[in-house]
């Protein structure tokens, strides 16, 4: 069981897939460093200076007690977290898209086998009258 489970685990495909899967999220984290801290400053400074992770839709507003201390949190839609989100995730999709679209065009392509040659015109019907001979 133990020689099964080491064939298994060292198989080319499942270290491959691990390999693939360490260097997405390190990919993922590039990535939403350059939506956050580059392109996320620039949509905002195009918008007028704001922070576009701020950008919020205040459903009912935080209930503050006396000493400025917040007794009940604000409830928010933030639109802008998310929007960054969509866009993080958008820039991931693009590239995995080139990757392997780049990946499709190294391969070579499988050559079809080579249909087996079949009977001339002339052998049918050389097989046709012979079978109307009997």
């Known amino acids: ?13 499942l270290v491959d897939m691990a390999i693939a899967f360490v260097m997405g999220g390190a990919f993922g984290k590039v990535v939403t460093a350059f939506v956050e801290k580059m392109f996320a ?11 576009l992770n701020d950008k919020k839709l205040v459903l ?19 639109w802008g977290t998310f929007l960054t989100a969509v866009i993080d995730f958008t820039i ?3 590239v ?13 392509p499988a050559e079809a ?15 046709i009258r012979d079978l109307l001979k009997k």
């Open 1 to 13: 069981m133990l020689k099964e489970f080491k064939e298994f685990a060292l198989k080319g495909n």
């Open 41 to 51: 400053p620039i949509i905002g400074l195009l918008l007028g200076g704001i922070d």
């Open 60 to 78: 009912k507003d935080a209930i503050v007690d006396t000493t400025g201390a917040v007794t009940t949190p604000e409830v928010a839609i933030e």
């Open 92 to 94: 991931v999709a693009f």
């Open 96 to 108: 995995m898209f080139l990757i392997i679209k780049a990946m499709n065009k190294l391969k070579k």
């Open 113 to 127: 086998p080579a249909a087996p040659a079949g009977p001339t015109q002339e052998e049918l019907l050389i097989q």
